[in-house]
């Protein structure tokens, strides 16, 4: 399976101008078959927008990822800002290319920033399952990946709650060593593939990020990256032998 990621400087609160260019960067990449496609955190507008970026579900960005996930025939990952029911969530849509589509609210809201997520964010309650060609995939977002109970996996009849757990964030240079140690970490605890993309350059708060998005099999170790331009990687992943390393290495058996 083919898993594109794209890292980048968002334009601050100008989602026209942010989904234009995502757009151009995937053209430009069509001749590789794509299964998934994952975009940052928040990547219409960047971490900390005003909430005038906040959008309906079915909004300028949502259906801008099913015309995405419909063009290339691929499931499309990413978070966006949402206004539903006079609450505000940080939320990572999984949009299939047939027009179903699964949400996750960000649970853990990052409270240190200039502007604390906590105080302008619903948390989310339960994290989600999405089921695609054979993969069961977890959405996790940004400060998540802090807290392991989140990601836990576990077992039910030797079958996994999920296989690839991806992490979209806007994650600070300044903490570019946490990033790098919990996500392989995250990886070997869960017995999991395990994609974290992130941004690139520096935001209207004068945050700064270094991008670093990353892969990891099951055993911690970095997965080969194929650099298709300074925006898109490709990365593959393999069902086949994560099952067959969890079979000879069962840590997660109950």
């Avoid at 392989?184 to 935001?203: C, F, H, K, L």
Wanted: charged share 20%; proline share 4%.
């Amino acid at each position: 399976m083919n898993v594109l990621t794209l890292e980048y400087d968002i334009q601050w609160q100008n989602t026209d101008a942010n989904l234009a260019y995502l757009e151009e960067e995937i053209a430009k990449v069509q001749h590789v078959k794509i299964d998934i496609i994952i975009l940052p955190e928040l990547f219409h507008c960047g971490f900390g927008a005003d909430i005038s970026c906040a959008e309906i579900m079915h909004g300028t960005t949502h259906r801008w990822m099913q015309l995405i996930a419909q063009r290339y025939d691929t499931l499309v990952i990413g978070s966006v800002m949402i206004k539903e029911k006079g609450k505000l969530y940080n939320r990572c849509i999984a949009q299939h290319p047939d027009g179903k589509y699964q949400t996750y609210d960000k649970i853990h809201l990052f409270c240190q920033g200039i502007v604390p997520e906590n105080t302008q964010f619903t948390k989310g309650s339960s994290t989600t399952i999405i089921y695609w060609r054979g993969v069961k995939i977890m959405p996790l977002i940004c400060f998540d990946i802090r807290f392991p109970a989140t990601s836990m996996n576990y077992t039910l009849n030797n079958e996994y709650a999920y296989d690839l757990l991806v992490y979209v964030a806007n994650w600070p240079a300044a903490r570019q060593h946490a990033w790098d140690t919990l996500l392989p970490a995250r990886a070997i605890e869960n017995q999991s593939y395990v994609i974290g993309v992130n941004r690139t350059g520096t935001d209207k708060n004068s945050i700064k990020y270094s991008g670093n998005t990353a892969s990891y099999d099951a055993a911690g170790n970095p997965l080969r990256t194929q650099i298709l331009s300074p925006v898109c990687s490709l990365i593959y992943i393999d069902i086949e032998k994560i099952q067959e390393f969890r079979v000879n290495y069962p840590f997660l058996d109950k």
